[in-house]
């Protein structure tokens, strides 16, 4: 038998983001690019035997070219060459380049710089803008991180990086994603926005909350190539959120189970550790890597001393952590 969560989200996968169309209209009426979630599946689920197996990746810049001036022609151009002349490997392979750069390759115009890596084919963490091990957590089972400068998430387990991907915050001219330490909350397999707008359901799947006061999720959702364009919550990639959502541990209470009521139990124990670090992008846009003179390099997050260095979000932080120093733990 299906499981009808997952009947209905490739449902809507299939009929949103799979035609071969991908711009859409955005709230405020301008064109946005979105990623077809179904398609990158495969490159975010690659998985190594261990860290130490993947090897480090370089940069090369592509320009697109055509003597014609023809965007089709140049991007047909680039897809040999990411192919080594099997235009339909280079296609599969520019999925990677694409999610890398946040740029969809039908945006690209004759004379735009696009940045390729060495290695194709590879764990998607070796393109990880996050260090592969995080010393500061190794005492931490779980640890989720969301940076807003690069608009990516990390989940890391006693230090080691388990998996990484791309995201969307808070719009931050009106309802940015806050900064500081959280802890998952609640979950949900399918919830409907309480934002919908009359007449309208926006639908929400592989729902975890971290910010239980304003309602502030993680979930699966379209997601621009640009930056910060949600209402406060983060939007993922379908596999992304579903894996994240098996992932992830709830907080505990003493009303039977861990669900949405957080008025039917006391709090006793948190979820799983989130960190939201960084600064929206200036232009509303993450720059993933630096364009050096002779190759681009990849920027890094970097990451607190420890993650309890991060100011507490709300007063459940603050509450645990005055448990965490009259036990005399760190």
Not at 140 to 159: R, S
Not at 166 to 172: R, S
Not at 204 to 215: I, L, P
């Amino acid at each position: 038998m299906r499981h009808p969560i997952r009947f209905l989200l490739r449902a809507a996968l299939s009929a949103a983001l799979l035609l071969p169309l991908t711009v859409l209209l955005s709230t405020d009426g301008h064109a946005q690019s979105y990623i077809n979630q179904t398609a990158v599946a495969d490159i975010l689920n690659r998985r190594a035997e261990t860290l130490d197996d993947i090897p480090e990746v370089y940069y090369n810049y592509r320009v697109l070219y055509d003597d014609r001036d023809n965007s089709v022609r140049a991007r047909n151009r680039l897809y040999k060459i990411l192919g080594h002349g099997d235009m339909a490997l280079g296609r599969k392979r520019a999925q990677l380049v694409e999610l890398l750069n946040r740029r969809l390759m039908q945006d690209l115009t004759v004379g735009d710089t696009i940045v390729v890596p060495t290695d194709f084919n590879l764990d998607f963490r070796a393109y990880s803008p996050f260090p592969r091990y995080y010393t500061g957590a190794r005492e931490f089972d779980k640890l989720f991180i969301i940076d807003k400068t690069i608009q990516a998430w990390a989940a890391y387990e006693y230090g080691k990086l388990a998996r990484w991907g791309i995201v969307n915050t808070g719009n931050p001219d009106e309802s940015p994603t806050p900064t500081g330490r959280y802890n998952f909350n609640w979950q949900e397999e399918h919830r409907v926005s309480s934002l919908s707008p009359p007449g309208e359901t926006w639908d929400m799947y592989w729902v975890f909350n971290f910010h239980q006061a304003r309602g502030i999720h993680i979930h699966q959702y379209p997601l621009p190539t640009g930056g910060p364009t949600s209402h406060g919550c983060v939007r993922l990639v379908d596999a992304d959120a579903e894996w994240i959502y098996h992932w992830a541990d709830t907080w505990r209470t003493t009303a039977r189970g861990s669900g949405i009521g957080s008025g039917q139990g006391r709090i006793v124990e948190p979820g799983t550790t989130v960190l939201v670090l960084g600064e929206d992008p200036k232009d509303d846009h993450p720059h993933p890597f630096d364009f050096k003179k002779r190759y681009p390099v990849l920027k890094r997050v970097d990451l607190p001393e420890h993650p309890y260095d991060v100011p507490p979000g709300t007063p459940q932080q603050e509450y645990f952590d005055r448990l965490r120093f009259a036990e005399g733990t760190n």
